[in-house]
């Protein structure tokens, strides 16, 4: 006899009014201030690479009632409900206050970067995660820290991602009070090249990488400096 987990069932949504969904508005034909939903198509990708059984429960409006009632419904038949956007400090970020009417929070930002606005909690008998909406932001914090939890649900032992050493052919003289996460690439030369951008709203660095570097807070790197490796492809699987 073996010991199985039921697969996690998890409810996605996005919040925001300026969400626009790829294919539905030509990019001259946005309106001012909208942006394209990227998000939602990588974090139901990785959801279902992990072996979850989602549902995609598309964009809530910007709303205190309607984010409520989108929560209230999702945790009914859910072991995790995962939302991007909406858990920042402003007017129209209303995922706090709908979460701690129906449940509470446990953890509200991290001190980490991308990935500050990151919330874990409960509503009703649901696991709730909220993630970044800034696309890297949400990708990173998936990367560490929903994928090892998705894992524990399924009954895995040793949920942390494989850290290597690697040799960085760049240069970082900018420390950050946060612990940094590095979009990098290796190179033909066994070190690591750094990606130009590292804005946390530049998806195309997660596309162009195959890595983080794990750069402690208050760190810089030097050229030629060992620094701590996360492939990709160990944080995807």
């Not at 402003?90 to 929070?105: C, M, N, T, W």
Request: hydrophobic share 45%.
């Amino acid at each position: 006899s073996v010991q199985v987990a039921r697969r996690p069932r998890v409810a996605l949504f996005s919040t925001g009014d300026e969400l626009v969904m790829p294919g539905d508005v030509a990019p001259g034909d946005m309106r001012p201030g909208a942006i394209y939903n990227s998000n939602r198509f990588f974090l139901r990708a990785m959801l279902l690479r992990l072996g979850c059984t989602v549902s995609d429960l598309g964009i809530v409006p910007d709303r205190r009632d309607a984010t409520v009632q989108a929560l209230r419904e999702a945790s009914l038949q859910h072991d995790l409900i995962l939302t991007s956007g909406g858990v920042s400090v402003g007017e129209e970020d209303h995922i706090r206050p709908a979460v701690l009417s129906l449940g509470q929070l446990d953890l509200w930002q991290i001190a980490m970067k991308p990935g500050k606005p990151f919330a874990f909690g409960r509503v009703g008998a649901a696991h709730f995660i909220g993630l970044p909406g800034n696309p890297v932001s949400s990708f990173v914090t998936f990367a560490l820290l929903v994928r090892p939890f998705l894992l524990a649900l399924q009954g895995v032992v040793h949920v942390a991602p494989v850290v290597t050493m690697a040799r960085a052919d760049f240069d970082w003289p900018r420390p950050d009070r946060r612990r940094e996460f590095l979009r990098v690439r290796r190179n033909g030369n066994g070190g690591l090249d750094l990606f130009p951008n590292q804005s946390s709203g530049v998806l195309t660095s997660v596309v162009w990488g195959d890595g983080l570097v794990d750069t402690a807070a208050g760190t810089t790197i030097a050229h030629g400096d060992p620094v701590p490796y996360l492939a990709l492809a160990d944080l995807l699987g």
